[in-house]
């Protein structure tokens, strides 16, 4: 009779019996292990400023389906920093007038554009051009224009494009557009919304040659997102004006604040705000025929949270935004696919913003194709 003892040491002396003789049997196995894993894409970061040192950078290490291995900075002193904690060589690191040079890299599959607004067609240009997919920060451009080149561009490279709509991935929009969709409050009727924070005289964002417009361009898109997100719906029309200046050095080349209305088919009314002057205000709130509901607040990076008109509460366990939004994009490049987040999305949102500065300049609504 053999013993589970006999039999246990039996197999590990034929196991190591077997390793003995034919060595090359474990590397074989561990490289048909490592074959099986699904290869990670390689991103590249376009610009080390806030957002990418504080979210997105982090945000990368937590991903299924990405990697960093490139970074890209015109600030020479980013750089040993950058290296040492992403454990990044010298031929990952590049500046903007040698970004052409990454498509000699093959370990760089994504570029993510984060550089201010009015430079992202400089930046997509120069990652189609070297062959790599483009994931652009919001929003997309500051014209219609730029936002048309970067499309071709990326589509004449045979490459994948996405814009940075991270609310897009989180649970809680995500939900509200349930409820939006399936009715669950009827007919939508009205969507409230804004999004507002305050700025430094010193921050790029008040240079209309680097951001193309004040607080709508970088934060009032988020209100204006949701409205179309939530709803599933476009807009046919536009009325917007300025709010008061109380800083008119700061205030000089880009608004201080602006708010719109928007008319959707069939009657949907949205009202949004948003402003550089003083924040606080990061909430939407969707009323329908029988009940409301929303978020407050609702643009965080990570969290957001709301209620419904019944008692319950929107509250689903948040996520990585840009960890989810990374991972998507990755998806659907090596499935083939469209991202949600595409940029005829961005491009969307351009036309409708430079349809609010135009009525908010003129004083009179306009119509949206």
């Given at each position: 009779?053999?013993t589970?003892?006999?039999?246990?040491?039996?197999?590990?002396?034929?196991?190591?019996?077997?390793?003995?003789?034919?060595?090359?049997?474990?590397?074989?196995?561990s490289a048909?292990?490592?074959?099986?894993e699904?290869?990670?894409?390689?991103?590249?970061l376009?610009?080390?400023g806030?957002?990418?040192?504080?979210?997105?950078?982090?945000?990368?290490?937590?991903?299924?389906?990405?990697?960093?291995?490139?970074?890209?900075?015109?600030?020479?002193?980013?750089?040993?920093?950058?290296?040492?904690?992403?454990?990044?060589?010298?031929?990952?690191?590049?500046?903007?007038?040698?970004?052409?040079?990454?498509?000699?890299?093959?370990?760089?599959?994504?570029?993510?554009?984060?550089?201010?607004n009015a430079?992202?067609?400089?930046?997509?240009?120069?990652?189609?051009?070297a062959g790599?997919?483009v994931?652009?920060?919001?929003?997309?451009?500051?014209?219609?224009?730029?936002?048309?080149?970067?499309?071709s561009?990326?589509?004449?490279?045979?490459k994948?494009?996405?814009?940075?709509?991270?609310?897009?991935?989180?649970?809680?929009?995500?939900e509200?557009?349930?409820?939006?969709?399936?009715?669950?409050?009827?007919?939508?009727k009205m969507?409230?919304?804004g999004?507002?924070?305050?700025?430094s005289?010193?921050?790029?964002?008040?240079?209309?040659?680097?951001?193309?417009?004040?607080?709508?361009?970088?934060?009032?898109?988020?209100?204006?997102q949701?409205?179309?997100?939530?709803?599933?719906?476009?807009?046919?029309?536009?009325?917007?004006?300025?709010?008061?200046?109380?800083?008119?050095?700061?205030?000089?080349?880009?608004?201080?604040?602006v708010?719109w209305?928007m008319?959707?088919?069939?009657?949907?009314?949205t009202?949004?705000r948003?402003?550089?002057?003083?924040?606080?205000?990061?909430?939407?709130?969707?009323?329908?025929?029988k009940?409301?509901?929303?978020?407050n607040?609702a643009y965080?990076?990570n969290?957001?949270?709301?209620?419904?008109?019944?008692g319950q509460a929107?509250?689903?366990?948040?996520?990585?935004?840009?960890?989810?939004?990374?991972?998507?994009?990755a998806?659907?490049?090596?499935?083939?696919q469209?991202?949600?987040?595409?940029?005829?999305?961005?491009?969307?949102?351009?036309r409708?913003?430079?349809?609010i500065?135009?009525?908010?300049?003129?004083?009179?609504?306009?119509k949206?194709?």
């Open positions: 009779m053999i589970t003892k006999q039999s246990r040491r039996t197999f590990v002396r034929r196991a190591t019996v077997s390793a003995l003789g034919f060595p090359f049997v474990s590397s074989l196995t048909a292990l490592a074959a099986d699904p290869r990670k894409l390689g991103f590249a376009v610009g080390l806030g957002l990418s040192t504080g979210q997105i950078a982090p945000a990368l290490l937590k991903t299924q389906h990405c990697r960093l291995v490139g970074i890209v900075t015109g600030t020479p002193s980013k750089i040993p920093v950058w290296k040492e904690r992403y454990h990044l060589a010298d031929k990952d690191v590049y500046n903007y007038e040698t970004m052409g040079q990454m498509a000699n890299n093959p370990d760089i599959d994504v570029v993510y554009v984060v550089t201010p430079l992202h067609a400089e930046h997509c240009l120069k990652a189609a051009q790599k997919h994931l652009c920060e919001k929003p997309m451009e500051t014209s219609v224009e730029k936002c048309e080149q970067i499309i561009a990326v589509k004449k490279a045979g994948k494009l996405a814009v940075g709509y991270r609310c897009q991935f989180d649970p809680n929009h995500l509200c557009r349930r409820l939006a969709q399936e009715k669950v409050f009827g007919d939508l969507i409230e919304g999004f507002s924070r305050t700025i005289a010193t921050e790029w964002r008040v240079k209309k040659v680097l951001a193309g417009g004040g607080p709508l361009m970088d934060v009032g898109i988020y209100a204006l949701t409205c179309r997100f939530v709803s599933g719906a476009e807009p046919i029309e536009v009325s917007a004006k300025y709010g008061p200046v109380n800083d008119p050095v700061k205030f000089a080349e880009v608004e201080a604040s708010s209305e008319t959707f088919p069939g009657g949907l009314k009202t949004c948003t402003n550089y002057d003083k924040g606080g205000e990061n909430n939407f709130q969707v009323t329908a025929e009940g409301a509901f929303g978020l607040p965080n990076y969290s957001s949270r709301g209620t419904r008109s019944d929107i509250n689903l366990p948040g996520v990585n935004q840009f960890t989810a939004e990374m991972d998507d994009f998806q659907c490049i090596k499935n083939n469209t991202s949600k987040v595409s940029g005829e999305e961005g491009l969307r949102d351009v409708i913003m430079l349809a500065y135009e009525s908010a300049r003129t004083g009179k609504p306009v949206l194709a």
